[in-house]
Antibody
Framework: QVQLQESGPGLVKPSETLSLTCTVSGASINILYWSWIRQPPGKGLEFIGFIFDSGSTNYNPSLKSRVTISGDTSKNQFSLKMTSVTVADTAVYYC??????????????WGQGTLVTVSS | DIVLTQSPGTLSLSPGERATLSCRASQSVYSSYLAWYQQKPGQAPRLLIYGASTRATGIPDRFSGSGSGTDFSLTISRLEPEDFAVYYCQQYGDSLFTFGPGTKVDIK
């Protein structure tokens, strides 16, 4: 069974950098696509970006200037860095796996999510 | 960029009733790239439907998806108590995911 677990600080100060890591078990990050998605309290889901099996990345255009996703295949982890955070970045952050099957692309496994609060 | 709109925003129904949720895209979406998720409070979303109409593993057959082009729907044939939740549609395009704003199905 594929499992994903987010880790990182739950509190970040405005203007600082948010850093989260997703540890994957039961699957290799060298296969398929791996993503970060966030959900502000009481709101909907927002896609942040992908790291693909090739190691390349793609980001939501609205966040692209502040976001970097990277992978560490030796630890089977991938990470999110978001710079210059504001209170609007307060959200539950999920890591997730995107599967490709029969021509479809969809998220089949999610982490439990971690709440990151931006506050001084 | 493709924008997904879901309607209604809230659907108030009783257990045993039929629920029909709509997802409309601002431009045509490849059906294989359309998925539906269910989210309950405090939980991560759960995949229900992918490829517009294929149920994910373990999803009861009371859930069905249909549609093509710009109009897609999720139907729950008979609501069970555990089905009251928020439902999101999502599409994949230009190597990005886009989510709809969600439809909340609550108990009438």
């Amino acid at each position: 069974q594929v499992q994903l677990q987010e880790s990182g600080p739950g509190l970040v100060k405005p203007s600082e950098t948010l850093s989260l890591t997703c540890t994957v078990s039961g699957a290799s990050i060298n296969i398929l696509y791996w993503s970060w998605i966030r959900q502000p309290p009481g709101k909907g889901l927002e896609f942040i970006g992908f790291i693909f099996d090739s190691g390349s990345t793609n980001y939501n255009p609205s966040l692209k200037s502040r976001v970097t996703i990277s992978g560490d295949t030796s630890k089977n982890q991938f990470s999110l860095k978001m710079t210059s955070v504001t209170v609007a970045d307060t959200a539950v952050y999920y890591c997730a796996r995107a599967n490709l099957a029969l021509g479809a692309v969809y998220i089949d496994f999610w982490g439990q999510g971690t709440l990151v609060t931006v506050s001084s | 960029d493709i924008v997904l709109t879901q309607s209604p925003g809230t659907l108030s129904l009783s257990p045993g009733e039929r629920a029909t949720l709509s997802c409309r895209a601002s431009q045509s979406v490849y059906s294989s790239y359309l998925a539906w998720y269910q989210q309950k409070p405090g939980q991560a979303p759960r995949l229900l439907i992918y490829g517009a109409s294929t149920r994910a593993t373990g999803i009861p057959d009371r859930f069905s998806g249909s549609g093509s082009g710009t109009d897609f729907s999720l139907t729950i044939s008979r609501l069970e108590p555990e089905d009251f939740a928020v439902y999101y549609c999502q599409q994949y395009g230009d190597s990005l995911f886009t989510f709809g704003p969600g439809t909340k199905v609550d108990i009438k």
